[in-house]
């Protein structure tokens, strides 16, 4: 199974600000690699497919990057609605995995 | 509108089994493939398998593999997955999960929280 490793596990921030979230995979998975958002209480979200598309209607302040191992979502200009859970997955094989996910709370 | 719409919840003893639907509407069905992802408490994202609601094929995490199952109903667009032989391990929202390839899942159900009581 490939291993999804993401980091940090949590972080505080505070509206306007740039956070930015890191997946690990265990081995390379070509652009593979997925983001969501989960609130709380909801069902995930897709922000980013194939480590860089923005999904129609997600804000621009999203961008995915990354490539073979290690990939990277950065949030600009942080919103209210921006503190939630964020996870990454790999498509690159099944079984599919996620990471652990990182929580964004306001500091 | 293209959605996923699952029950609210069910409840069931150890050792049961549960079959938790999915409907979907739109051009979903014909789309895409299903997959199914469960979240225990505070816990976590795991994939448990997919179905081609096209062809009936199906392909499940290892982990489930004996004691899980997928159906899908084309005469009324609705996925099934079937889980058997429940431990309190099992207490999880379950969400069925769209995707037309390997590019993320663009439309989830809302979850169907499964509980099972010892």
């Known amino acids: 199974d490939i291993q999804m490793t993401q980091s940090p596990s949590s972080l505080s921030a505070s509206v306007g600000d740039t956070v930015t979230i890191t997946c690990r995979a265990s081995r390379t998975i070509g652009n593979y690699l997925s983001w969501y958002q989960q609130r709380s209480g909801k069902a995930p979200k897709l922000l980013i497919s194939a480590t860089s598309i923005l999904q129609s209607g997600v804000p621009s302040r999203f961008r995915g990057s990354g490539s073979g191992a290690d990939f990277t979502l950065t949030i600009a200009n942080l919103q209210p609605e921006d503190f939630a859970r964020y996870y990454c997955?790999?498509?690159?094989?099944?079984?599919?995995?996620f990471g652990g996910g990182t929580k964004v709370e306001i500091k | 509108q293209a959605q996923l719409v699952q029950p609210g919840a069910e409840v069931k003893e150890s050792g049961a089994s549960v079959k938790v639907s999915c409907k979907a509407s739109g051009n979903i069905f014909s789309d895409n493939y299903i997959h199914w992802v469960r979240q225990a408490p505070g816990q976590g994202l795991e994939w448990m398998g997919w179905?081609?609601?096209?062809?009936?094929?199906?392909n499940f995490a290892p982990k489930f593999v004996g004691r899980i199952f997928m159906t899908r109903d084309t005469s009324t667009t609705t996925a099934l997955v079937d889980l058997r032989r429940l431990t309190s391990g099992d207490t999880a929202v379950y969400y069925c999960?769209?995707?037309?390839?390997?590019?993320?899942?663009?439309?989830w159900g809302q979850g169907t929280l499964v509980t099972v009581s010892s």
């Open positions: 179905i081609n609601p096209k062809t009936g094929g199906t």
């Open positions: 999960a769209a995707t037309p390839g390997r590019d993320g899942y663009t439309h």
């Open positions: 997955q790999q498509s690159y094989s099944v079984p599919l995995t």
